[in-house]
């Protein structure tokens, strides 16, 4: 009589549930890996777009600024233009006056007449120039401080968050 030989039955339900426990953290890992990047990836289109617009605003800033300048410029030059023409119809009368004076002391009263005149113009004329120059700087550094001042905020945010 040959007696049948028992094969050990090995218990596999551990090495089941380490390999179900395994899966599942495996699983776990890719998900929260997964959310993790798709959080990230929203940061940076935020943080891209978010730059996008502040790279647009500088350039508006200074295309506004470009357009103050020479419209300021404009102006600066039209005055100066108009002051040259006026200056040459006075000399203009100057030298008629003195064409048409009798004595020496007509001509001495003419010229200092005109000596003091153009002193006085171009000393009024002068402050004038240097008010409208200031004036021109100032409003063509108005659109690139402010933008410049938005940058900064929004830069120093996270740091104060």
Do not use: C, H
Not at 7 to 20: G, L, N, Q
Not at 41 to 48: E, F, L, Q, R, W
Not at 71 to 86: H, I, N, P, W, Y
Not at 107 to 136: C, P, Y
Request: proline residues 2%; hydrophobic residues 45%.
């Amino acid at each position: 009589m040959t007696t049948a030989k028992k094969t050990p039955t090995i218990d596999t339900k551990p090495i089941e549930e380490a390999v179900a426990a395994g899966k599942q953290t495996v699983e776990q890992a890719v998900a929260a890996t997964k959310e993790q990047v798709e959080k990230a990836s929203t940061a940076a289109m935020k943080s891209y777009d978010e730059f996008a617009a502040l790279n647009k605003d500088a350039v508006d800033a200074y295309v506004k600024a470009g357009n103050v300048f020479a419209k300021g410029f404009e102006d600066l030059g039209k005055t100066v233009f108009a002051f040259a023409q006026s200056q040459a119809e006075t000399n203009v009368n100057a030298a008629k006056a003195l064409m048409s004076a009798k004595t020496i002391n007509d001509v001495v009263e003419i010229q200092s007449d005109l000596a003091r005149t153009q002193f006085d113009a171009f000393v009024a004329e002068g402050t004038k120039v240097s008010e409208m120059s200031l004036k021109v700087a100032n409003e063509t550094v108005e659109p690139i401080q402010a933008q410049f001042n938005v940058v900064v905020e929004k830069m120093m945010k996270p740091v104060a968050a």
